[in-house]
């Protein structure tokens, strides 16, 4: 009989003579050492009346500490993978969590099951409960064959693609289990984009999960499918539902599709009120993106199971450089700039309104640091001194340059939108555009925002735009600091690696 059998009946009769999950005995210790990483570990399910595979990473003292218990953390997988492939060559989940664990993230379990191409949830007409299988059966089988926290303080969901979906939906229907749920580039659609889907990428990927096989059009919005989209069920009515669940949100700027309907949960959040942590990055549908998240999400996870309230990956201050000159008007020179005798290179206008001209000095002197071969000149505009136009033709001549573009803060970011033409590249940070928003193919746009600032819906719209469009952008959204300069310049840091590549 399978040695993981045995411990779980084990633990079962001890479970059942305790009647308390709180103080449960542990479960009898292995006689012989389990590795780190198990693979193809199985249970077989009642409920979906099969076989369940599973891989299991445990920590690296399990064997020693005996008497230690873990938090869990469920990991599942795309669309197309297995329980494997959380560890496969280009995901290399054991190598990303030892790494992570030697810079100080605490001990936890991680749990990959076999999610086959169920999208994680119970199928419409009933043949296939997976969801249930995993709630009523895996958690419970984990719990009592592991030394894990049994709790849902301690029990979290993640996933990446079909997997990302997963681990949102689960914690949607069983938040008595699951905290918190960090879905990675989570894999599903806006209503318009499932009703333009091909009928054959519907049928094979959707409708046999959510009903309307056959369906075009509203036909495929079945009320199984609305229960089970984000989009969907994040009302204001619903908040009492899923606001007791701590939501982590991020997918990648080059995502071909998913970023539309994540970026749009992420506006209906901050609608409705529902706090979450957000992210957009560098990056498409791929595994370097994931693992990069993960550095930012376990310890989340590690954070809110050990009852911190607040978390934040960057608290370290940005450094403002104290060496950065600046001529009687306010403008800054580069060293490159100057030896080319002061044309050419790229003027770069930053536009504010309802910022202090302090902490544009500020971001001046931390986007000349580590640039200064680089011909640019940088030019504060005050637009509550001069419009945007006044300030281009004021300063042209006296600090020509090849290419022309404009970084907009706060409330300039109508401004520069209006006057876009004069510019080859526009950086909107922490920017609101109030009316149209039109965008160009003959320029290129960067869109920096906070989770939790106040222009999310601009944000939303000009990535939207850019991305329906077809004209280059970066889209980057990152967690909120301390304060508000720190915000801004941190900002600043983030747009400095895109400035003057456009």
Request: with cysteine.
């Amino acid at each position: 009989m399978n040695k993981h059998i045995i411990l779980f009946i084990s633990a079962l009769l001890a479970l059942s003579s305790c009647g308390c999950t709180k103080h449960r005995p542990l479960p009898p210790v292995d006689p012989v050492e389990l590795p780190r990483y198990n693979t193809g570990l199985t249970f077989t399910s009642k409920v979906i009346n099969t076989t369940v595979t599973y891989d299991i990473l445990l920590p690296r003292d399990y064997n020693q500490n005996t008497n230690k218990r873990y938090p869990v953390v469920y990991c599942f997988h795309g669309y197309g993978d297995d329980n494997t492939s959380w560890n496969g060559q280009y995901m290399k989940g054991e190598a990303k969590i030892t790494s992570l664990e030697d810079e100080g993230l605490e001990p936890m379990i991680y749990v990959f099951p076999c999610g086959w191409k169920t999208y994680w949830c119970d199928r419409y007409d009933g043949t296939f409960p997976y969801m249930k299988m995993l709630a009523t059966e895996l958690v419970p089988y984990i719990d009592a064959t592991y030394r894990t926290i049994a709790d849902r303080k301690h029990r979290a969901l993640t996933g990446y693609s079909m997997g990302g979906f997963g681990a949102m939906v689960t914690a949607m229907k069983y938040p008595d289990l699951f905290s918190m749920s960090a879905p990675l580039s989570m894999s599903f659609r806006t209503d318009e984009q499932y009703m333009s889907e091909s009928q054959s990428g519907w049928d094979n990927q959707w409708g046999k999960v959510f009903g309307g096989v056959g369906t075009s059009g509203e036909a495929r919005l079945t009320d199984y499918y609305k229960a089970h989209c984000p989009l969907h069920q994040f009302t204001a009515e619903n908040k009492s539902k899923y606001s007791s669940v701590h939501w982590f949100v991020t997918c990648g700027d080059d995502e071909q599709q998913l970023l539309f309907a994540n970026d749009d949960l992420h506006a209906l959040m901050r609608d409705n009120g529902y706090e979450h942590e957000y992210r957009v990055g560098n990056g498409g549908h791929s595994t370097s993106y994931w693992r990069a998240a993960l550095e930012e999400i376990l310890p989340w996870f590690s954070a809110l199971m050990a009852g911190e309230t607040s978390w934040q990956k960057n608290l370290m201050e940005p450094n403002v450089p104290a060496d950065c000159s600046f001529t009687s008007e306010g403008v800054h020179l580069s060293q490159g700039y100057i030896n080319a005798g002061n044309k050419g290179g790229t003027a770069l206008y930053i536009a504010y309104e309802g910022v202090s001209a302090e902490w544009i000095r500020d971001a001046m002197a931390i986007i000349q640091r580590g640039m200064p071969s680089k011909k640019f000149v940088l030019i504060p505009c005050d637009l509550d001194k001069r419009n945007l136009s006044e300030w281009v033709s004021y300063y042209k001549d006296i600090y020509p340059a090849d290419k022309y573009q404009v970084l907009a803060v706060g409330k300039a970011g109508t401004e520069a939108m209006k006057k876009q033409s004069l510019f080859s590249a526009l950086y909107f940070e922490s920017a609101e555009i109030v009316g149209d928003i039109n965008v160009s193919k003959e320029r290129s746009y960067y869109i920096g925002a906070t989770d939790d600032g106040p222009y999310y819906s601009t944000a939303n719209a000009l990535y939207k735009e850019c991305k329906r469009s077809g004209v280059p952008f970066e889209y980057r959204c990152r967690n909120k600091m301390n304060d508000a300069r720190t915000d801004f310049l941190t900002g600043i840091e983030y747009i400095k690696s895109n400035l003057f590549n456009f």
